[in-house]
């Protein structure tokens, strides 16, 4: 079956790598019209992945995020519009040079070709990735979470009809008809078929998608990442930007997992933090020195240093030096986002330079990996690959830069 | 024996992340120097490997490549410092914005990390992908061909002598001490220590190479590529550029392997290319309709169309449109190299878009398929990959771009 879905897919890229971006500008416009149109039916398919869901005891902050509101598809149909709004990256020159015998070489951005999403439980996924998919010319094959079935399904037939209302293949955007969990094994070994994967989900998933797989994954597994407060930090900042990090979300991939504090500051700093995590109620663990400064922490493990806690906890070390600092986050980070606070340039200099993570702040809050954030206008995940994309994909992690070379009949000699 | 390498490296290549770009430079004309000086030395290990080769029985062709001669090591050197001089492409900031909050967004260009090179025979790739791989802050795990062992250990030995010179970690660069083929195998599944891989060689290696590989590869299977002659091309540049594209040199992968050409002009053109072709020993092997035309030829078939032949052989067929051009280009090409020869701008404009291959020229020979012909500087092999790179591959693609933001206090609201 999915072999089908691949040939299909790979004929339906060959076509979209010529659309113009007209054409895939009033595919996404009738994306969102279709999906305020057909409010109704696809709320109704909703209403049975909802259900089943409630049966089987599906947590409500889970059931909330499956919910096809008024409100969700609203947010859906603003997003494609700001989409086909965007300027369409295919086709465009770059780096044109003029070689000494005159031919002109230049990099045209094309797309990928097809790519996979796997993703969990989020019906808003679906409309995102097949929007950006559709933006750069590539061919898409998506397959959501069983739990969301009838709403992907429903979600598909609006984009079918749209892009061939826009001239465009159907088979542009496929959705995986089946809940079977074979499925995902074959689709991360289709490599004849699928150019790229791009899975979103749990660690333990991607772990697994990228053990087995032959395509190639954009992916990150983890966030587990760290904050360091300087010795030259301002404390004040540094304490707004330590809550802000740790409590902006508890769930998201860039949520601070492990604070490291300068020892020479740790009297100063930690002390009035501590309170305030307690107080919102984030549980501290922190190594034998920090203990002295943080009465209500307990005692951390190795294991909490390499934890990813996606919850109201933290990990808090002291460290002598900047050196100490990188040397930590060089063992245990999971390589996603790292800040330091300092008022020194030479420390942030530094710090941004030679810690080998995808993203590396100074003065910031790790919470902010996001591709919106970043101005990038629209996220299809996160990479701590280092081939091709690293840190927050947008459209042109999508795409990639092939040689054209124009000349008047230069010969080689 | 190779997580030991894998292990020396990933620790070099934290050290080489944050390498002055004086120092590698600094090392690169450490290694000029003692080629230079090292010269009798490594003739006297190349002459092992030399006669054992002949002994072998190796082609005399090879034999030449295998050899160190004074002029190939004076080229070498040559490289050397040449690579020296150029700009060092690491921690180089682009794409620089400020957000509506105030903080800086930009991209940072950084090593890839532990780069493993796999090749055959020629002594000149060790000092050639030690000295780009050394530029761009990667440690590297070189993997030669066992005709070359002496030749490899003892440059290797050279190259070790000049990191440390420079106060560079000798791991950075490190020659596989053994010539076992198992070295290989493990090798291209070393994922917790080699980032990706350039394989160069022959098609079967790399194919074998790609179905066991779980490290990327950064690489080319083949060069199956195509001249399109169209209806309103210049038919005398399209004759010299038909024999440049074939006879510059007939080994190389953008050597083209398949003519095709537009029945309108064929009766003008085929005759006279066909009898240059057969003065010059190419064999011709063409569609039924093209037998027409060229007297001297053999009747193609559909293997013909799929085969890089790296010899003095030659596919032609006759098209009617350039969409049947595209079309035979889709099925058969190897995605490597493909040229269009006309006046015409709206059949260039198309052919450079739609040609789904790493390099589209407009009236020019395939066999420009060479990083020093695009003005890269250098080349560390050609990729057909979608994701990463694709084409020559220079010093570029062996870094990525990480994020780095820079604020003041900003906090996620």
Known sequence: MMVTLGRQAK??????????????????????????????????????????????GLEPA????????????????????????????????SETTQRPNGMRVARMRM??????????????????????CLKTGNATILRGGSEAFHSNRALGAVIQSSLESAGLPAHAVQVVGTTDRSAVGEMITLTDYIDVIVPRGGKSLIARLAADAKVPLIKHLDGNCHLYVDARADLRKAHDIAINAKTYRYGICGAM???????????????????????MGVELRACSRSLAWLPDAHLATDEDWATEYLAPILAVRSVDSIDEAMDHIARYSSEHTESIITEDLSAATRFQREVDSSSVYVNLPTCFADGFEYGLGAEIGISTNRLHARGPVGLEGLTIQKWVLTGDGQLRV
């Open 11 to 56: 004929s339906a890229a060959r076509f979209m790598r010529a659309a113009s971006g007209i054409a895939k500008a009033n595919a996404l416009h009738a994306m969102a019209d279709g999906l305020l149109a057909q409010r109704e039916t696809l709320q109704a398919e909703n209403t049975r992945d909802l259900e089943a869901a409630a049966q089987r």
């Open 62 to 93: 889970l059931l909330e995020r499956l919910k096809l509101s008024d409100k969700a598809l609203d947010t859906m149909a603003i997003g494609l519009r700001q989409i086909a709004a965007m300027p369409d990256p295919i086709g465009s020159l």
């Open 111 to 132: 797309p990928l070709g097809v790519v996979g999403i796997i993703y969990e439980s989020r019906p808003n996924v679906t409309i995102d990735a097949a929007a950006l």
């Open 257 to 279: 997992e492990t604070l490291l504090v300068h020892t020479s500051i740790a009297a100063d700093f930690l002390p009035r933090l501590g309170r305030q995590f307690t107080e």
